[in-house]
């Protein structure tokens, strides 16, 4: 009778082994990944301000919520600033890529925006030299952007938009819009761009509300849909606290289906002290 011919016998150790390796081997790339999202994360309420100007007349209002993927860390950012002139400088603006590079790339993006509006207040100037300025640094990425220049004697506003979303408004008298303003390409895609510049004047008590695409677009959820979400809610609660109309509207997200991170920056404007004179003939 020809006997069976047993196996290695250290083959189930072998494979226990082999099993164990591999086991140590994701635990190691977890925690590789895990300390890569704290330091994005870290990072990233670092790049954020940790607090919002106070100007007579104005009141601010903003939310920041990560994306829904902890893999996922994005480089959404708004900013609000006191400007050399006085006038106040308004901001948001979404990098592309998430990781921990976008987020660093945020930071470049926000410094640049206020290093060089305290050499100029023209909004067409501060994204057209951003813009430059980002693309000697050879930074490789590109960012959207909306910049605001508010001055709050003249109630002048001027809007300067780089790719970026549009902000959506409503007055006390009851309109509403979404400032489709004409604006120019992304910052850091082409070198000698000229930003087109918008002027309004704000001669009533308002609202104004700067978002990024994460809190309109989804997968599933068109663009148009989300802006019309916001105008709704605009509309409805323009003279609600800003941090109620501000979570409000960033809670337009859970609709879209996304897993993109969401900004919004809103700012309550009173009307002015003194009847503003006619506007004059173009």
């Known amino acids: 009778m020809r006997g069976h011919r047993p196996g290695p016998p250290d083959n189930a150790q072998q494979l226990l082994v082999a099993l164990g390796q591999l086991v140590d081997q994701a635990l190691e790339r977890i925690k590789f990944q895990r300390a890569r999202v704290e330091l994005a994360m870290a990072l990233q309420r670092h790049m954020l301000p940790p607090g919002l100007p106070e100007v007579p007349g104005l ?78 640094m050879g930074c490789g990425r590109f960012a959207t952007c909306c910049f605001l220049r508010f001055d709050p004697v003249s109630r002048d506003l001027t809007v300067s938009r780089a790719g970026h979303v549009p902000m959506v408004w409503a007055t006390a008298a009851g309109q509403c819009g979404i400032a489709l303003d004409s604006g120019g390409p992304p910052l850091g895609i082409l070198h000698g761009e000229r930003y087109p510049v918008t002027h309004r004047r704000l001669r009533e008590a308002g609202v104004l509300v700067l978002l990024t695409d994460g809190v309109v677009e989804g997968p599933t959820y068109p663009i148009e849909d989300g802006l019309a979400e916001v105008a709704r809610l605009v509309r409805a609660g323009y003279d609600a606290d800003p941090d109620i109309l501000a979570s409000a509207v960033v809670k337009v997200a859970d609709l879209t289906g996304h897993r993109d991170d969401a900004a919004v920056l809103v700012v309550r404007y009173d009307g002015p002290a003194e009847p503003l004179p006619p506007e004059e003939p173009v």
Do not use: C, K
């Open 59 to 136: 009141s601010f209002a903003a939310r920041y919520t990560p994306s829904r993927d902890g893999l996922d860390v994005g480089g959404d950012w708004y900013d609000a600033f006191v400007m050399s002139d006085g006038s106040l400088g308004l901001t948001i603006g979404d990098v592309q890529g998430h990781d921990v590079e976008a987020i660093a790339f945020m930071g470049q993006v926000r410094t640049s925006l206020r290093a060089i509006a305290e050499a100029t207040s023209d909004t067409r100037e501060v994204l057209g030299r951003t813009n430059d300025l980002l693309i000697s």
